[in-house]
């Protein structure tokens, strides 16, 4: 216990690992893959619902991250928004390809033991705000963005699932986030 204890106070803010990364610093992106792997590992799975194409993904993100870690922006928000934006939107192209089917052969899928990207953001202050504000949308608006931003729905999915417009749900997701923005900042 002290270990992780000790491994979490010199735990450095991702938005500097991410800045050392793209002056080529090896030891911040490594620092950065230890830190975020796990969590981002989480979001992938539950997105493709396989461990190996969890994996798949959370290796393409990092060697796109890599290379391009000179493309984030901190004013655009938070390098962990940006991680986890690469790994949802890398997750679902591998799964639009896939057409929801990975072909082969079914290998035994061991359960990842640590713990869920949701139940770890629930457990953090910006997590238990986040939960508040998404409380306070109505509840329509409420489960079109977990939908799409936990469970990994396209807008075509879930328009086709509410029967309402693509540009409708479009539209609905786009002011609910600016609706969550102007709460989480109060």
Known sequence: MGQVQLQRDTAENPDALLRRCAGGDEAAFRQLYEQEAPRLKAVALRITRSVTVAEDVLHDVFV???QDA???DPLRGPARSWLTTKVRFRAME???RAGREIPGVDLAESEDDSPDA???LLNSADGRA???CLGALEEGRSRLIR???VD???HAT???ETGLPLGTVKSLIRRSLMLLKRCLEQ
Request: proline share 0%.
């Open 130 to 132: 986040l939960h508040a």
């Open 70 to 72: 000179a493309g984030f």
């Open 147 to 149: 939908r799409a931003f």
């Open 158 to 160: 879930l328009a086709a």
């Open 64 to 66: 796109r991250v890599w």
């Open 152 to 154: 990994g729905c396209s």
């Open 118 to 120: 949701l139940a770890q």
């Open 94 to 96: 591998i799964m639009r």
